[in-house]
């Protein structure tokens, strides 16, 4: 499974931003999709992820309320849709995968940097 993240950017705090993450080859094999985050010198983060068949989410506490993950099946597509975002947000963000029979994220995005200004 490739995957091809896109639509990070710079954007004031308070505003919003959506994520896409476009995936291709063996889509077949995949369970979970998922938006993860780094900040240099942190570990990196759960954001969201989505169950590809039944469409069912979960969230971390940072950004529920805030965060809406939504995927295409027809596109093989995942979203991140991110509201009222703080300089907290900034960071670089990752799309994964988890196929099936797989225990963790197997496959990832390039990440795509997004910077909340205050």
């Known amino acids: 499974v490739q995957l091809q993240a896109s639509g990070g950017g710079l954007v004031q705090a308070g505003g919003s931003r959506r994520l896409s993450c476009a995936a291709s080859?063996?889509?077949?094999?995949?369970?979970?999709m998922a938006w993860f985050r780094r900040v240099p010198g942190k570990e990196r983060e759960f954001v969201a992820t989505?169950?590809?068949?039944?469409?069912?989410?979960i969230y971390a506490d940072s950004v529920k309320g805030r965060f809406t993950i939504s995927r295409d099946v027809a596109k093989n597509t995942v979203y991140l849709q991110m509201n009222s975002l703080k300089p907290e947000d900034t960071a670089v963000y990752y799309c994964?995968?988890?196929?099936?029979?797989?225990?963790?994220?197997?496959?990832w995005g390039q990440g795509t940097q997004v910077t909340v200004s205050s």
């Open positions: 994964a995968v988890r196929t099936n029979d797989a225990v963790r994220y197997d496959y």
């Open positions: 080859g063996r889509t077949f094999r995949m369970n979970r």
């Open positions: 989505i169950v590809w068949s039944a469409g069912i989410t």
